[in-house]
């Protein structure tokens, strides 16, 4: 049962536009929420977080939203570059008491930027 | 900063054996590690969380005797795969906290291990 989900497995998007990314989750549980990109065969790489008593951080050309109450996030790319072509990751952990929690993932969306 | 490796990159092993992975924090000291699972075209699977002294803790449906993991240092975690069957074939990626940087629960991850069961 996914309880995080990336619901578009890829998305086109031409250069210089804005690219929104969009996860839902189900867990009410989460309370910290993250956007990773990955390369095939690689590691993910940390773009962006956002606690569950926000509703907005931005960075450079990164911003996340947060919707608490639809337990929906989106991630935003504006500008969008060629190299913003990868596949995005949104993750979500849960508050166990102060520790650090393993991350649950959704499946993930194919970002292609056209020139 | 917040660098972390694994090794080795990829593997090939015949069914039956045991497949070591490393995994380290080059910059940092990572008193918790993790460790997860990707099959193609799926999420990453959290298999386990991997405490600096202490025992591992295994997610729903990862069997602990098969999956050995070492978390010896606040440096270095292992994963050890014992007795490797085909289906175990798979991205192995690891991932460390570093306490002193990012915000509550930003994990950097390693580059990743492909494994190949034959």
């Known amino acids: 049962d996914q309880q995080v989900k990336q619901n578009s497995p890829s998305l086109s998007v031409q250069e210089g536009r804005i690219s929104i990314l969009n996860c839902d989750y189900t867990n009410s549980m989460f309370d910290y929420f993250l956007w990773y990109k990955k390369y095939p065969a690689e590691g993910p790489t940390f773009l962006i977080s956002?606690?569950?008593?926000?509703d907005k951080n931005e960075d450079g050309r990164f911003t996340v939203f947060l919707n608490k109450s639809a337990k929906h996030l989106s991630l935003h790319i504006v500008p969008s570059q060629p190299g913003d072509s990868a596949v995005y990751f949104c993750?979500?952990?849960?508050?166990?008491?102060?520790?650090?929690?393993?991350?649950?993932f959704g499946k993930g969306t194919h970002l292609i930027i056209q020139p | 900063g917040a660098v972390v490796s694994q090794h080795p990159s990829w593997v090939i092993c015949k069914s039956g054996t045991s497949v070591k992975i490393e995994c380290r924090s080059l910059d940092f000291q990572a008193t918790t590690m993790f460790w997860y699972r990707q099959f193609p075209k799926q999420s990453l699977m959290l298999m386990a969380t991997?405490?600096?002294?202490?025992?591992?803790?295994?997610e729903q449906g990862v069997e602990k005797d098969k999956f050995l993991i070492n978390h010896a240092s606040l440096t270095l975690s292992t994963l050890t795969v014992t007795s490797a069957h085909p289906e175990d074939s798979s991205f192995y990626i690891c991932?460390?906290?570093?306490?002193?940087?990012?915000?509550?629960?930003?994990?950097?991850f390693g580059p990743g291990t492909r494994l190949t069961v034959l």
């Open positions: 956002i606690s569950s008593i926000k």
């Open positions: 991997s405490n600096e002294g202490s025992k591992a803790t295994y």
């Open positions: 993750a979500a952990s849960g508050d166990s008491g102060g520790g650090a929690d393993g991350l649950t």
């Open positions: 991932s460390a906290r570093d306490f002193h940087r990012g915000g509550y629960n930003e994990q950097f």
